[in-house]
């Protein structure tokens, strides 16, 4: 497996478990708006990691992988710097679930629908070598 790819999908596990623990700081502490700043910035890292990788990689990818997280990234930054505890909770809630479905869309594990509605982007290396 290419280490971008595997770095990605690493990552990724250790954010969704990042973005749960800003939501439950904030449902138990208040909001951290530095925490949120930091978690927000990571997920941007992983988006960045990820896009790397599609272009070094055969498989083809779901358009709505990038669509939900880019979303879910949307929705972090939107209550990054917030300090209201109701805004925080909603959208990095939205948001963990919006990462956990760009997750399911390309994992083995996913819903099957996912795999066979959605149109699928062609890897540049595919492309190339055709």
Not at 56 to 79: M, N, Y
Request: proline content about 5%; some cysteine.
């Amino acid at each position: 497996m290419n280490p971008l790819l595997a770095a990605h999908k690493h990552y990724g596990t250790l954010l969704l478990v990042l973005v749960l623990l800003v939501i439950l700081v904030a449902l138990t502490k208040g909001p951290k708006p530095a925490l949120q700043r930091i978690v927000a910035v990571l997920v941007d890292i992983n988006l960045v990691v990820g896009l790397i990788a599609f272009f070094q990689t055969v498989r083809p990818i779901s358009w709505f992988h990038p669509i939900l997280a880019l979303g879910a990234v949307g929705l972090l930054h939107a209550a990054a710097k917030s300090e209201d505890r109701a805004k925080v909770v909603r959208c990095f809630s939205i948001a963990l679930v919006l990462l956990v479905a760009a997750w399911a869309v390309n994992a083995s594990w996913g819903p099957a629908w996912f795999k066979l509605n959605f149109v699928k982007l062609p890897a540049t290396v595919e492309v190339i070598t055709k």
